[in-house]
């Protein structure tokens, strides 16, 4: 196989690796993936959060304690996903709830991954 037979992405899929592998070999480290045959990695087991807020139940949320949107968020609960938030340590829970606005009005369908800590009946 030559250069010729390479897509331009799988050129530089390349060349990112190989600069990749050389400034971990200038510090002496390597890539989890490049040990020897026979030496199988360590994967940790999944955590399943330990979650206090239920169906039904309204929580608020700081901007800081849910991601992928802005600004506080008043949300009514529909399910925990306890199902798929196994992934995070423990540490964030999906949730899938409706959108209370600042009038009391339900709005907007949300999934939410919410930092666990933070999850505590709205008062």
Sequence with gaps: MNAFDLSP?????????????AALAATGRQFPWSRGRGQAT?????VVPRVTVTAGQVV????????????ALRLRI???RLDISQ???????????????????????????ARVAALRPAT
């Design 9 to 21: 992405a799988q050129i530089r899929n390349r060349l990112i690796l190989r600069a990749r592998q």
């Design 42 to 46: 360590r994967t940790r087991p999944p």
């Design 60 to 71: 608020q949320l700081g901007e800081t304690d849910y991601r992928y949107a802005t600004g």
């Design 78 to 80: 529909l399910r925990v």
């Design 87 to 113: 992934w995070y340590d423990g540490e964030w829970v999906w949730l899938e709830g409706v959108e209370i606005g600042p009038d009391g009005k339900p709005g907007a369908f949300r999934p939410v991954l």
